[in-house]
């Protein structure tokens, strides 16, 4: 994590790398602003993925035969429940927001230009942004009715 | 040039990022699943949302998964999003309730048995249609 550590005055007994602080002092914790409020984030979303994420894959590839019996009209018939379009968005919302922001994480590790950093996230939350707005579109406003016949 | 002083001092003031253990090596399989799953997601909200374009767009794009393949690709996906899962449970341990810091290695190991022991059966649900369909049929007794 792109963390800036404070090196305490004195450093500790155990000390670790030189960093003054012990080997199992842990990961520091972002103390406040924008990064606090996004290890929280990161920690609240990953709580929920755990259900949404771990449950949509099971469902999907796993279980009953997995994605082999996935196409449109199971769709159709999955999204006659307002429980499955409320799951697929939150997953939809939370997963995109949480890799991207992961993606941020990492890009301050490897991209020491901030310029090239910059732009790099920039093209990431466009691309979430984008995709958040098509999969909120067609989660909330898919109708079967318009392909009689087909679902069900 | 003026970078690569400050990254050379970096490196000498806190030492390398990575310590060559049980940590180094699930704080790198985190990384990398995190982002395979969210590059792979970048593409499957593109194909979910062909939905909306009725079903011979959606049916065809959705042909794709089918390919055996792509099978494999899929059972590493779903390994990904396990081992992260997982993963970063013991993440959340390690931040909410610092003492367990203490049994950090042995937590590893834990989770990493977890994931290999719910691996074993996903890897064959998920390989044994590609295995009947391409190579041999199994026996009635064989569970998947």
């Known amino acids: 994590m792109a963390i800036d550590t404070e090196r305490p005055k004195t450093p500790h007994r155990k000390d670790s790398l030189g960093t003054g602080l012990p080997y199992r002092a842990g990961r520091q914790r972002p103390g406040k602003g924008g990064e606090f409020w996004w290890w929280v984030f990161m920690r609240v979303s990953g709580i929920l993925l755990l259900f949404l994420a771990v449950g949509h894959v099971l469902i999907m590839h796993v279980v009953g035969s997995g994605v082999d019996r996935v196409n449109f009209a199971f769709v159709a018939l999955r999204w006659r429940s307002p429980f499955w379009r409320t799951w697929d968005w939150l997953l939809l919302s939370l997963a995109l927001i949480h890799g991207v922001n992961g993606l941020r994480v990492i890009s301050l590790d490897y991209i020491r230009r901030p310029g090239l950093r910059i732009a790099v996230n920039w093209l990431f939350n466009f691309t979430g942004v984008i995709l958040f707005a098509l999969g909120s579109i067609v989660v909330f406003t898919f109708d079967p009715s318009k392909w009689p016949g087909t679902g069900t | ?144």
């Open chain 2, 1 to 144: 040039m003026a970078l690569r002083r400050t990254a050379k001092s970096r490196t000498a003031e806190f030492g390398s990022l990575y310590r060559g253990r049980e940590g180094q090596w699930s704080w790198i399989a985190h990384r990398v699943t995190g982002v395979a799953i969210i590059l792979f997601l970048f593409a499957h909200v593109v194909d979910t949302a062909l939905v909306g374009w009725g079903p011979n767009a959606y049916n065809r794009v959705i042909a794709v998964y089918r390919n055996p393949f792509i099978r494999l690709l899929e059972l590493g996906l779903v390994a990904a999003v396990i081992y992260h899962a997982l993963n970063g449970i013991r993440i959340m341990v390690i931040d909410f309730w610092p003492k367990a810091n203490d049994v950090n290695r042995q937590l590893i190991y834990a989770t990493t048995g977890i994931f290999v022991l719910s691996m074993i059966p996903i890897s064959f649900i998920i390989v044994t249609p590609i295995v009947e369909k391409y190579f041999f049929t199994f026996p009635s007794w064989w569970p998947f």
